[in-house]
């Protein structure tokens, strides 16, 4: 079998509180408990097990969309008046970026983590 991202931890100061923003952000179902983890399933079998830490050092984490699911997490972004940005950098504010033919944007998790969706993956 070829090698397969299965799953990756987050650190939340709420375990709870985070995976549901995830999930509600990216219209996927809520998240289920696993032990001490609070579990989002994404459409590809690979999961986000946020766990309880003390201290969280935000990360990125990306995911590839349809234009259609775009359109409506980008809705639900702006309407929940989350900030946003066409890059990482955040020095372009309430923008979309278009690179490689595709559109991406990035807005902060309750914890800072920073998560992106794109139509086309960079570079392809």
């Given at each position: 079998?070829?090698?397969?991202?299965?799953?990756?931890?987050?650190?939340?100061?709420?375990?709870?509180?985070?995976?549901?923003?995830?999930?509600?952000?990216?219209?996927?179902?809520?998240?289920?408990?696993?032990?001490?983890?609070?579990?989002?399933?994404?459409?590809n079998?690979?999961?986000?097990?946020?766990?309880?830490?003390?201290?969280?050092?935000?990360?990125?984490?990306?995911?590839?969309?349809?234009?259609?699911?775009?359109?409506?997490?980008?809705?639900?972004?702006?309407?929940?008046?989350?900030?946003?940005?066409?890059?990482?950098?955040?020095?372009?504010?309430?923008?979309?970026?278009?690179?490689?033919?595709?559109?991406?944007v990035?807005?902060?998790?309750?914890?800072?983590?920073?998560?992106?969706?794109?139509?086309?993956?960079?570079?392809?």
């Amino acid at each position: 079998m070829p090698v397969q991202l299965n799953h990756t931890i987050v650190a939340a100061s709420d375990k709870e509180e985070s995976a549901r923003f995830l999930a509600d952000v990216l219209g996927l179902p809520p998240p289920t408990p696993f032990g001490p983890f609070a579990v989002v399933t994404l459409a590809n079998g690979v999961s986000l097990d946020f766990m309880d830490e003390a201290e969280v050092s935000p990360r990125h984490y990306a995911f590839l969309v349809t234009e259609e699911e775009f359109d409506a997490i980008l809705g639900r972004v702006r309407a929940r008046g989350l900030d946003h940005w066409a890059d990482p950098f955040r020095s372009r504010p309430g923008e979309v970026n278009t690179n490689d033919g595709g559109r991406g944007v990035y807005w902060p998790d309750p914890d800072g983590h920073l998560l992106e969706v794109i139509t086309r993956p960079y570079g392809g």
